[in-house]
């Protein structure tokens, strides 16, 4: 690849240029190289006249066939630049897809319930392992607030709060932790649940995520051995 060179520490190290750098540093090469040979072929015929090599007519002939020759070879480094760019942008399109669809399908085969928020508390990712934590499908809460479908009552300010908090100040309490809290269920009992919240900003767009761990199973032997003592 063309490169440039830096000045370091460590003496002189060549310096790899983005593909566009690249591709256009191959542009006007070959335009320089056009140039150069229409240049060349107007001192040749000029010399040749001169010179009695060849004629005038000739001369004139000579300078603008390689001319067309020149630009026809240009245009087609154009065009063989311009399809490497549309191929390299179709590669990056199906590369952000191919990762996209990986994304989903590790987060829809997650052990864990997976759910994702918008910056207004709207779900707008709900995977397999939060239908069955939940009681929801995917198609019934997407569009919905977190708030009504899974955080009971007694939490929900504090959660709108939190979000405000986020949005002013970039921080919040439970962010990045494990915690332990209770759930609402589809069915309108509460159940513990333990979850970690992670916000995401992508340019101007923050969303929040969480991953959601029942364990019911966990609390209950606790809840028994509790009982049996009293």
């Known amino acids: 690849n063309i490169a440039v060179i830096k000045k370091t520490t460590d003496g002189l190290q060549p310096l790899p240029l983005s593909p566009a750098r690249n591709l256009l540093s191959k542009m006007l090469g070959v335009a320089a190289g056009a140039v150069a040979g229409i240049i060349f072929l107007g001192i040749l015929a000029w010399r040749g006249t001169v010179e009695g090599w060849f004629n005038l007519a000739f001369g004139i002939s000579l300078t603008a066939l390689g001319g067309i020759a020149a630009f026809g070879a240009f245009a087609w480094w154009i065009a ?29 085969t997650a052990y864990d319930a997976f759910i994702s928020i918008d910056a207004k508390g709207i779900i707008r990712r709900w995977n397999s392992q939060a239908e069955s934590t939940f009681g929801w499908t995917r198609k019934e809460v997407i569009g919905a607030s977190l708030a009504r479908v899974i ?80």
Request: hydrophobic residues 40%; without cysteine; aromatic residues 4%.
């Open 80 to 108: 063989r630049i311009l399809r490497e760019l549309e191929l390299r942008g179709i590669s990056a399109d199906q590369a952000a897809r191919e990762s996209e669809q990986l994304n989903i399908s590790i987060i829809d």
């Open 151 to 230: 955080i009971p009552p007694q939490y929900r300010q504090a959660h709108i709060q939190g979000m405000a908090r986020f949005m002013q100040s970039g921080q919040g309490p439970v962010l990045n932790k494990r915690i332990q809290i209770t759930a609402l269920h589809r069915a309108g009992h509460e159940f513990p649940v333990e979850l970690t919240i992670w916000p995401l900003t992508t340019g101007a767009t923050v969303s929040f995520n969480a991953l959601v761990h029942d364990i019911t199973e966990q609390k209950e032997p606790k809840r028994k051995r509790r009982k049996s003592i009293i």
